[in-house]
């Protein structure tokens, strides 16, 4: 069935320093979401990619969707304390079932 | 935050005892999912429902079952407890009118289920 791979697991930063997570799909995506979770939270969405090859900017979040629309990553520019969490990204080939990855949780040491 | 309720919030249950946990949203959206979150699984798709009595298996839907005679209620029962479905479970909704795919999903606050 259709896989969704995400690394790291775990990403320990100093604040300031940039933190990229990187998801992989077995299959060809239709689209890519993206979300965030607090620690103790719910997952909330960040953004959706649809486009080969796109890119978009959610002021220091940078987040592309491959060539083949078989990967994606999330890029955070100088990290603050307020990234903590875990970043989720989220596969679908069309329909309405989405394949979530298992997550990168982001450690930000002030 | 999406009108999305789950309760109840917090549950300890022993094994064997059946359990339903309850999603309630008042955003009328025409999908509704079951997710089960456990460390290094990330979230696990158990059951979703595409309108008022349809619904369909997610990857791990074995010893979950679910019912929506409401848009605004997906009741999720797990027939007898075991203590592999300890975990935090989250409802979420989506509206269903993108034409590229799945929409955004808006999760709810989760439950947290332990099974002894």
């Known amino acids: 069935g259709q896989q969704v791979m995400q690394i790291p697991q775990y990403q320990h930063v100093q604040e300031g320093e940039d933190f990229t997570t990187y998801c992989n799909s077995s299959?060809?995506?239709?689209?890519i979401q993206w979300y965030k979770q607090r620690p103790g939270g719910h997952p909330v969405f960040l953004i959706q990619?649809?486009?080969?090859?796109e890119v978009k900017k959610q002021k220091r979040l940078t987040f592309q969707f491959g060539e083949a629309k078989k990967n994606s990553s999330l890029h955070i520019t100088a990290t603050q304390t307020t990234d903590v969490g875990t970043y989720f990204c989220?596969?679908?080939?069309?329909?309405?079932?989405?394949?979530f990855g298992a997550g990168t949780r982001l450690f930000v040491k002030a | 935050d999406a009108g999305i309720t789950q309760s109840p919030r917090h549950k300890v249950t022993e094994t064997g005892t059946p359990v339903t946990l309850r999603c309630h949203q008042t955003?009328?959206?025409?999908?509704m999912y079951w997710y089960r979150q456990d460390p290094g699984h990330g979230l696990r798709l158990i059951h979703y429902s595409y309108g008022v009595k349809d619904t369909d298996k997610g990857e791990v839907s074995d010893g979950y079952s679910v019912s929506r005679s409401k848009t605004e209620d997906f009741l999720l029962t797990l027939e007898s407890a075991t203590s592999s479905q300890t975990s935090v479970y989250f409802c979420?909704?989506?509206?269903?009118?993108?034409?590229?795919?799945?929409?955004?999903?808006?999760f709810g606050p989760g439950t947290r289920l332990t099974v002894l």
């Open positions: 990619l649809v486009k080969s090859g």
């Open positions: 955003e009328n959206h025409r999908y």
């Open positions: 299959t060809t995506l239709s689209n």
């Open positions: 979420a909704i989506s509206s269903g009118t993108s034409n590229t795919g799945a929409d955004t999903q808006y």
């Open positions: 989220a596969g679908n080939t069309g329909g309405f079932k989405t394949i």
